[in-house]
């Protein structure tokens, strides 16, 4: 199967090797791992920090394209100049593939899902990261592109994987997930003293995005209202020197820290180590630094955006899954009324569970009804421990910034609600693990062509 990658991720040549930013390579060696031959559309240049990683394979084409960017009058004429060329590479790449695979939001994005509609019998999928709450303001380019990819006139043969299963959407889309760590690293919660000090993190891009600087002013405001608490950067950015001179300024030297882009093994630790994940994004797709927090204990205080209500357990999520039948309701486990291990009829249903322990079975596809039924199965009992810890809060959810700092305050006053709350955050994140992301990957390129063997 010949597959074709096309992204606004850039891919570098470093080190006599080609890199691209950590998170993503570690998603496109899964990809590529069941493909005879692959082949990416990006940008080969990027003038900014970016912590990378190496491909696990290099036998890869790579059809470079400029970088569109429209944020000053002499890159947006650059970048309209360059567009007719890159429709023709786009083109010509997309006759020889066998199997398409957008990464969506972005600009060279866009203009490949207006250059797919030119092919309907190419198989395609497309990830589309950001945030698809129809009601969650937005460029006028993500919107497009959401709009393209929905319409099923105008796009066909495709999978749309996003995160939520948000209503009044078309065939084209699929709620989908993602996963940082895999099953044999699940390990029971680390004991911590609810009862402080406290140690937070804060791990993402120190830009506007994810309010590095708004985290800073909720430690600063807990300090100074006397809670033992002590917060670590892990990430870097343009923000990254503003808040360096606002530590030293406010003399928290000894209690915040800014440690840059690590490797992945120092993030889990402190993850691990950790009581807090503050995450205090204006959009997300699927929050990783959340999912990730939440595999180790770790609770999350997040901004109300995308999934991340429904991701901590919180009724007023936009997430919305569709309707269970009154069995589903009754029998979260979907195991029905009566376990009997002894009739085969309970042991096939116990068989399912052993095998597809996510509880989605073989195909992930929420556009068929049982799919539907068996992703319910999931979000009204996540960890299969019963209802009481679908029933528990996994995390913070910030709905208003500027009483963050009240309610968190709040909740530090409950320390055996935090225990809980621990544990059951650990018990929704470990049943999204590497080992069942890859399995759905397979099933989707399974569609396009026999899988082959994966690459050693």
């Not at 180590?273 to 205080?301: N, Q």
Request: hydrophobic share 40%; with cysteine; net charge positive.
């Amino acid at each position: 199967m010949k597959l074709l990658i096309i992204s606004d991720a850039p891919i570098l040549f470093k080190n006599k090797e080609n890199v691209a930013y950590a998170p993503y390579v570690k998603e496109m060696n899964i990809w590529m791992k069941y493909a005879t031959s692959t082949t990416y559309v990006c940008p080969t240049r990027y003038d900014r920090s970016l912590l990378t990683k190496a491909f696990d394979r290099q036998d890869f084409e790579i059809k470079s394209v400029r970088r569109l960017e429209f944020h000053s009058l002499f890159s947006a004429i650059f970048s309209f100049l360059s567009i007719p060329y890159q429709l023709i590479v786009l083109c010509f790449a997309f006759a020889k593939a066998d199997h398409i695979h957008l990464r969506c939001p972005g600009n060279l994005a866009l203009l490949a899902s207006m250059a797919q509609i030119l092919f309907p019998s190419k198989r395609k999928t497309v990830k589309y990261a950001g945030n698809f709450d129809p009601q969650a303001p937005q460029p006028i380019a993500y919107r497009w592109q959401k709009k393209l990819l929905s319409n099923t006139f105008l796009t066909k043969n495709i999978k749309v994987l996003v995160y939520g299963d948000w209503p009044n959407q078309t065939k084209n889309i699929q709620a989908f997930f993602t996963a940082s760590y895999s099953r044999n690293q699940i390990q029971p919660v680390a004991n911590r003293n609810w009862n402080g000090p406290y140690k937070a993190v804060f791990v993402g891009t120190m830009g506007a995005n994810k309010r590095p600087l708004e985290v800073f002013e909720l430690i600063k405001e807990l300090r100074a209202n006397g809670m033992a608490i002590s917060l670590d950067y892990y990430g870097d950015g343009p923000l990254k020197a503003v808040i360096e001179n606002r530590v030293k300024a406010a003399g928290l030297e000894d209690h915040i820290s800014l440690h840059g882009n690590v490797d992945n093994s120092i993030v889990t630790q402190a993850y691990k180590k950790a009581h807090f994940s503050f995450l205090l994004s204006k959009s997300e797709g699927w929050p990783k630094a959340v999912a990730e927090a939440m595999f180790w204990g770790c609770i999350p205080v997040a901004s109300k955006v995308s999934c991340v209500p429904w991701m901590l357990g919180i009724a007023t999520s936009n997430f919305q899954l569709p309707t269970s039948n009154a069995d589903k309701q009754t029998y979260p486990l979907g195991l029905g009324k009566a376990l009997d291990a002894s009739s085969s009829d309970s042991r096939e249903r116990l068989q399912n569970k052993e095998t597809y322990p996510l509880g989605l079975g073989k195909g992930f596809d929420v556009s068929s009804s049982d799919s539907r039924e068996r992703l319910q199965n999931k979000e009204t009992n996540p960890s299969g421990l019963g209802k009481v810890l679908d029933a528990t809060q996994r995390g913070v959810l910030i709905n208003d910034i500027s009483q963050a700092g009240t309610l968190v305050e709040e909740y530090l006053k409950q320390p055996e609600f935090l225990q809980q709350m621990s544990q059951a955050a650990a018990a929704w994140s470990q049943q999204y693990t590497l080992d069942d992301f890859e399995r759905e990957i397979v099933l989707l390129l399974k569609e396009t062509d026999p899988i082959k063997a994966p690459k050693k």
